[in-house]
T-cell receptor, first 117, second 117 residues
Framework: AQTVTQSQPEMSVQEAETVTLSCTYD???????LFWYKQPPSRQMILVIR??????QNATENRFSVNFQKAAKSFSLKISDSQLGDTAMYFC??????????????FGKGTKLSVIP | GAVVSQHPSWVICKSGTSVKIECRSL??????MFWYRQFPKQSLMLMAT?????????EQGVEKDKFLINHASLTLSTLTVTSAHPEDSSFYIC?????????????FGPGTRLTVL
């Protein structure tokens, strides 16, 4: 079974500054996917960024980037130029690519990010 | 991105009654749909995975007779909470994926808030 750990229950950042959210995971799988999802106050889950484990290059989506350290089983999210709309719960998630076709996500407990004007 | 709707967005019912929640993929065919439960300030807990035309696979600890899932078509899955009790009050979220390739984005519905009196 996989576990996903987010050690920061809450964080805050000044608008326009940069913040990094931590995520570590534990798995015996060699091939898998990692995700960051955002849940704003509306509670609509939104995909922020996705990383394939077999790709060494860190994924980037505009102001969002990850630092994927496979050996350390670490997958942190960096948000640059923070905006008020970034205020949300952020969930790190893991999906094993075991060939079983389950496509299930295992979520961390989340980090509540507040962007301060 | 693809759109998933849920209906109703919120429902209040009396203890002992049954409540049906619909999850629809509006612009794609969902090969697999997931049902999650989310308590306040907590993460998403997977309840069950359903594939069109087959029985749902329930996670350990989830009562299949209480939470009936029907995935009747490639665009519709329903969750029926039978004989609801106050402890069933929660936020229920569905998600859907298209295709059979691992790593696909799960598209989430906006959620349904259930309150059982």
């Amino acid at each position: 079974a996989q576990t996903v750990t987010q050690s920061q229950p809450e964080m805050s950042v000044q608008e326009a500054e940069t913040v990094t959210l931590s995520c570590t995971y534990d798995t015996s799988e060699s091939n898998y996917y990692l995700f960051w999802y955002k849940q704003p106050p509306s509670r609509q889950m939104i995909l922020v960024i996705r990383q394939e484990a077999y790709k060494q290059q860190n994924a980037t989506e505009n102001r969002f980037s990850v630092n994927f350290q496979k050996a350390a089983k670490s997958f942190s999210l960096k948000i640059s130029d923070s905006q008020l709309g970034d205020t949300a719960m952020y969930f790190c998630a893991f999906e094993a690519n075991s060939g079983a076709g389950s496509y299930q996500l295992t979520f961390g407990k989340g980090t509540k990010l507040s962007v301060i004007p | 991105g693809a759109v998933v709707s849920q209906h109703p967005s919120w429902v209040i019912c009396k203890s002992g009654t049954s409540v049906k929640i619909e999850c629809r993929s509006l612009d794609f065919q969902a090969t697999t749909m997931f049902w999650y439960r989310q308590f306040p300030k907590q993460s998403l807990m997977l309840m069950a995975t359903s594939n069109e035309g087959s029985k749902a696979t329930y996670e350990q600890g989830v009562e299949k007779d209480k939470f009936l899932i029907n995935h009747a078509s490639l665009t519709l899955s329903t969750l029926t909470v039978t004989s609801a009790h106050p402890e069933d009050s929660s936020f229920y979220i569905c998600s859907a994926i298209s295709g059979t390739r691992a790593g696909n984005e799960q598209f989430f519905g906006p959620g349904t808030r259930l309150t059982v009196l």
